[in-house]
């Protein structure tokens, strides 16, 4: 596990200088999807639901006062990440890298983690409630799960695999699968031997009717038969 300076330092070593309020959010992105890749913190401080957002309380310490920070600020030598890290934090970079800090705070505004613990009190109202590991890893597990691919960060390890069991072959983002690529599946033994039966009775079926115009069972007997070739 990972420190909390050490994970902001390879951040503004690979993004550069940044306000201290980007930091913040996009430290607490690293942590919230580490949480879900990975099923472990990415480090174990605690996030706190601050006016403008989560806040690291630690982190805060070694920029208190700034309003920018750059490589070096936080910690002259920060410790080596894993690869696991690193990639986690890459992705989170790739993702959210490209917004401003205003749009990362209101963005976590709007999402329940930060929400929830804030608890309604009003805009600007002081907070030190802790955002939980817990309601982290539920919410954008599920955001994960659910969102378009483009509204989410993709996770490191997408790969494509191949299922030879079921003889298909589909992308796979974990902890979600797409069945984009899914193959109709060929009738079973059992489907073919009831379409056969049901052949010999369509025309008992058309008889059946009753007194009815003749385009109309002429209708029926169509339908019938076209359901029986798309079942063969």
């Known amino acids: 596990m990972a420190d909390v300076r050490d994970v902001a330092e390879y951040i503004l070593r690979g993004a550069g200088s940044m306000t201290a309020m980007k930091l913040q959010k996009l430290v607490y992105y690293s942590q919230a999807w580490h949480l879900v890749w990975e099923e472990r913190p990415l480090f174990d401080n605690v996030i706190e639901a601050w006016a403008n957002g989560p806040v690291v309380k630690r982190l805060y310490a070694y920029h208190r006062g700034r309003f ?4 070096g ?40 983690p930060w929400r929830n613990a804030r608890g309604g009190l009003p805009a600007g109202a002081r907070c030190e409630t802790e955002i939980t590991k817990a309601a ?14 483009w509204a989410a960060p993709r996770h490191p390890r997408c790969r494509r695999i191949r299922s030879r069991a079921r003889g298909r072959r589909h992308m796979r983002y974990w902890p979600r699968t797409s069945f984009a690529f899914r193959k109709r599946r060929p009738p079973s033994p059992q489907m073919r031997i009831s379409a056969r039966c049901a052949s010999s009775s369509i ?13 109309r069972k002429k209708t029926i007997h169509d339908y019938s038969t076209s359901w029986l070739k798309s079942s063969k």
């Open 203 to 215: 025309s008992s079926i058309t008889m059946a009717i009753g007194p009815c115009s003749t385009s």
């Open 68 to 71: 920018t920070v750059a490589a």
């Open 136 to 149: 982290m890893a539920e919410y954008y597990g599920r955001w994960s799960r659910t969102a378009r691919r």
């Open 73 to 112: 600020d936080i910690t002259p030598e920060p410790k080596i990440l894993s690869e696991d890290e690193k990639t986690t934090v890459d992705s989170v970079l790739k993702f959210y890298g490209s917004h401003s800090a205003m749009e990362l705070s209101q963005l976590t505004h709007a999402e329940d």
